[in-house]
């Protein structure tokens, strides 16, 4: 049976934490004196509200968190927080309509970045912070996030990490996973810092550089401009954005142990980041020799338009300094790719990760290898780490499941109306978290706001399943989920 007290218990004490970020937005309104105050004080006055009721009906809980219980505190984790965090939103009428708001929220929580907004311009300071605050609270995990300041918030800090981590191979850095969690947090506040200062000083306002900071380090892609990187007309900047999302798709463990303990060889040897880097170059240089064959462009122009957007696409982060709409259309099929590889495991990136896309690498090898010599025993190895057979059959699995589910809404988003290519790529960017899709009728710079009620439902559960990853939300609805025993 599911610890529904303790359940509660954790939901309550984490919306109060959210209300605490709405403080930060209220101070940001108070500070820029426009009429988004009223929406703030509102929001947070109703979290507290809610916050208090859960944790009064989770008082005298058991402790005792079981794997079903993570799994589940994990998933309503971030529909509530989603939930509440549309407040504002609806509010101060900034969004008409709650499945606008929610599908907003959604996608900022999840760092994908996909919106409804066709101007965010009009926008006030505080709501347009609270965009980007969602991504970058989202980037590392709602509830990793609470495990790093407030480990005695969350009950079963271990089980609730395994269900909201991504990637296949989960690695803790210290013994006690809430000293792990400070650990990583600082190396993503220390790079949101740096990439602040960067942007500031390459000609940004200081409102402007900390939400493009926090959106770029978290790989989210909302913007405070509706042409996003290109407003600035600034190719410094988009080189250092370019550089900063790539340094974000990179496993947050290798860059903390390169700044604190120099582990260069550790960066050099690892398998996962040579793939991302030999995806991310090959991946540019195919599409920069399209641009400047079909497109006329320089060859500068060529280079930093194709690595900015391919490192946005594969890193999930959904930024643009360029209409990709525009480019050769098999160019498209080169950034999808992208889409679903995504970037490394214990990164900020959505997608399928270039870890499982590394192992089934191999596991095909392995298998041209066993049809030669059938009685070989054939490990499967991840540079210095074998791969137990165990999680190979997960890798299948998720992957079997990654794909039906695609095939699935998109033949149902074809149904709604939706044309081929959009009904694809909207499926994949919001199942990967990527955010802008392709096609004519939304395209990479485009809103989705014109997309029927229930396909943004669809849109906001997918998103949901990526950046949880899949089975993580699934399990719950299976009957043995439901067991008793």
């Not at 009428?93 to 999840?110: L, V, W």
Request: proline share 3%; with cysteine.
């Amino acid at each position: 049976m599911l610890n529904y007290r303790l359940i509660l218990k954790i939901l309550g004490s984490l919306l109060f934490l959210e209300s605490l970020f709405m403080v930060v937005c209220l101070v940001i309104a108070v500070l820029y004196r426009e009429d988004d105050m009223l929406s703030f004080t509102v929001s947070i006055l109703i979290l507290q509200m809610t916050a208090y009721i859960l944790r009064y009906h989770g008082r005298n809980a058991s402790n005792n968190m079981s794997r079903r219980d993570s799994f589940m505190v994990v998933t309503l984790t971030w529909v509530v927080f989603s939930l509440f965090g549309s407040l504002p939103y609806l509010i101060g009428g900034y969004i008409p309509g709650f499945t606008n708001a929610y599908f907003e929220t959604m996608s900022g929580f999840t760092t994908t970045g996909a919106t409804i907004l066709d101007d965010v311009e009009h926008l006030p300071h505080a709501i347009l912070f609270w965009r980007t605050f969602t991504q970058w609270i989202g980037g590392l995990g709602i509830v990793f996030f609470t495990v790093a300041i407030l480990p005695s918030m969350v009950g079963g800090p271990v089980k609730v990490f395994s269900a909201e981590a991504t990637g296949p191979i989960k690695t803790k850095l210290h013994p006690r996973l809430s000293t792990s969690a400070k650990s990583i947090w600082s190396i993503f506040i220390m790079l949101t810092i740096i990439c602040m200062v960067t942007f500031k000083l390459l000609g940004m306002d200081w409102f402007d550089s900390v939400n493009y900071a926090m959106t770029t380090i978290a790989t989210g892609g909302f913007s405070t401009h509706n042409d996003s990187v290109g407003f600035f007309n600034s190719i410094p900047i988009e080189y250092a954005t370019t550089f900063f999302c790539f340094i974000s798709g990179i496993n947050f463990i290798l860059l903390f142990k390169l700044i604190t303990k120099g582990e260069l060889s550790g960066l050099i040897s690892n398998y996962e980041l040579r793939f991302y880097c030999i995806l991310t170059a090959t991946f540019t240089i195919i599409i920069m020799l399209l641009l400047m064959k079909f497109n006329d462009y320089t060859f500068e122009k060529a280079i930093r338009c194709s690595l900015f957007q391919v490192v946005s696409f594969i890193t999930t982060t959904g930024l643009f300094n360029d209409d990709a709409a525009q480019w050769p259309h098999v160019t498209w099929i080169i950034l999808a790719v992208c889409m679903f590889c995504g970037a490394c495991a214990g990164s900020t990136s959505g997608g399928f990760k270039c870890i499982r896309v590394s192992m089934l690498y191999k596991v095909v090898l392995n298998e041209f290898r066993q049809m030669l010599h059938p009685k070989a025993v054939l490990p499967l190895r991840m540079g210095s780490v074998n791969i137990p057979m165990q999680q190979r059959v997960t890798l299948l699995a998720f992957l079997t499941v990654y794909c039906l589910l695609c095939i699935f809404c998109a033949t149902v988003m074809v149904l709604a109306g939706v044309d081929n290519t959009n009904a694809i790529t909207i499926t994949i960017s919001t199942l990967s978290n990527v955010g802008p899709t392709l096609g004519t009728e939304i395209g990479p710079v485009m809103s989705w706001d014109h997309l029927p009620d229930f396909a943004k439902w669809i849109c906001s559960l997918l998103m949901l399943m990526g950046r949880l990853e899949l089975l993580s939300v699934l399990i719950i609805f299976t009957p043995a989920y439901w067991k008793d025993q």
